[in-house]
């Protein structure tokens, strides 16, 4: 009891190990459950059915587990789990699930999420991702393991996010994503491969170069995307180093329900002109 200010306010049915740090004036609920060594700073609200693994640090100010904004939630026990070693800094919210999707909003380990970042209902992020200071997720936003989103990022709902991919300041984000690609503007069009992240991962040269002949092979070879999906699978027999990186970019725009960004040079002026 010596870790947690006298002036937070915890529910008597709320889950706390013995470890956890609680700073003055937070408030926690009766659903919540906070594992070792995790540490919520001042003025936090976790409230809902929020469970929260190990080695977590919550900044001021963050609101954890409120109910969705969403016109069609109605009170329902939806949920929000986070895992371990997550930084989450100050006003950042995440939301809870909806019966909408599968009820709940997850987070992995080992994730940054930097100040005033929004993670809306039904999100699903994987682990080691960064989400610069504004990034908005709106609900039902997929990001997959080491995705970067840069400050002020949006995401349109119901996005898929791949692999170390990442995106430039004040990306607008309407389609998915493909792994390992880099989008930037206002819609985000392709702006080339996470070289240096990959780089920094441990990819070797000849895997990056085969990633980025992949890249070129959607979206600057001309090629109908049908047709660019069948030179990446002959690409993938030609580079076995590189052959599961191939195959992951090419299952994620197989399994794209709202398609992928587009680079300029795939859209029509008409197109252009209505926006989409």
């Known amino acids: 009891m010596a870790l947690i200010h006298p002036t937070a306010v915890i529910d008597p049915k709320a889950q706390l190990d013995a470890t956890v740090e609680v700073g003055a004036y937070t408030v926690i609920g009766p659903n919540v459950v906070i594992g070792a060594r995790s540490k919520i700073g001042p003025h936090v609200v976790i409230e809902g059915h929020t469970t929260i693994g190990a080695d977590n640090t919550i900044f001021q100010f963050a609101s954890i587990g409120a109910a969705p904004q969403d016109k069609k939630y109605a009170g329902e026990p939806t949920l929000l789990t986070i895992g371990d070693r997550n930084t989450i800094r100050e006003f950042v919210t995440i939301n ?49 393991d080491w995705v970067f989103l840069g400050g002020f990022t949006s995401v349109h709902q119901f996005c898929r996010i791949g692999e170390h991919a990442m995106t430039a300041f004040t990306a607008a984000v309407s389609q998915d994503v493909p792994p390992f690609v880099t989008a930037a503007g206002n819609r985000a069009v392709p702006a080339g491969i996470n070289s240096e992240g990959l780089k920094r991962r441990g990819f070797s040269s000849e895997q990056i170069m085969a990633i980025k002949r992949g890249y070129k092979t959607i979206y600057r070879s001309g090629l109908p995307l049908d047709e660019a999906k069948q030179a990446l699978q002959a690409e993938e027999a030609k580079s076995p180093d590189a052959a599961p990186y191939l195959r992951q970019l090419r299952e994620f725009i197989e399994a794209s329900p709202r398609g992928i960004i587009l680079s300029l040079i795939h859209i029509s002026e008409p197109t252009r002109r209505r926006g989409i």
């Open 96 to 144: 809870l699930g909806t019966t909408q999707d599968v009820g709940i909003t997850r987070l992995g380990n080992d994730n940054w999420i930097m100040a005033y970042v929004h993670i809306a209902h039904d999100c699903q992020l994987g682990s080691n991702i960064i989400l610069a200071n504004n990034a908005t997720l709106a609900g039902h936003v997929h990001l997959q």
